[in-house]
């Protein structure tokens, strides 16, 4: 084999690997989806994944935001309460219900998280 013949099947190589790297590249990158209703995919047992906006259920309320995580503090703040005065809980699809701290980080497009429910922890408020 002629030096130039090695040059050419070791281009060949390296567009073909670049190919495979290419292809394995476009099946990681997440299409997000516009909107995501969080309780209407869970009721629907359908796993949540990246969105541009969530629409979340807080109590009675519906709010639309547009990151894929927030604390537990700034889930409150979304309907004008706070952790010093309620208590923040996520309903899992299956009835599954957990406490949401003021620091924790919920991640929308991980569970399957149905709504969020406050209580107040003074029960002559709300």
Same mark, same amino acid.
Not at 7 to 22: D, F, Q, R
Not at 25 to 30: A, F, N, R, S, T
Not at 50 to 58: F, L, P, S, T
Not at 63 to 67: D, G, I, L, S
């Given at each position: 084999?002629?030096e130039s ?19 394995e ?6 299409i ?17 994944k ?9 109590d009675?309320?519906y ?5 894929h ?12 309460? $706070?952790?010093?005065?309620y208590l923040?809980s ?9 406490p949401?701290?003021?620091d924790q ?10 709504r ?7 029960? $002559?408020?709300?």
């Open positions: 084999m002629t013949e090695k040059h050419h099947e070791h281009e060949s190589e390296l567009v073909s690997n670049l190919k495979e790297e290419v292809a590249l476009k099946e990681e990158i997440e997000l989806e516009e909107l995501i209703d969080l309780e209407e995919w869970a009721k629907a047992d359908k796993m949540p990246r969105a541009k906006k969530y629409r979340i259920r807080i009675k309320e709010k639309v935001v547009e990151v995580s927030m604390t537990g503090r700034e889930i409150l703040g979304l309907v004008g309460k $706070t952790p010093e005065t923040l996520q309903k899992f699809r299956g009835g599954r219900v957990e949401v701290g003021a980080v919920v991640e929308f497009h991980v569970h399957q998280i149905e969020f429910q406050t209580l107040a922890l003074d029960p $002559t408020e709300g």
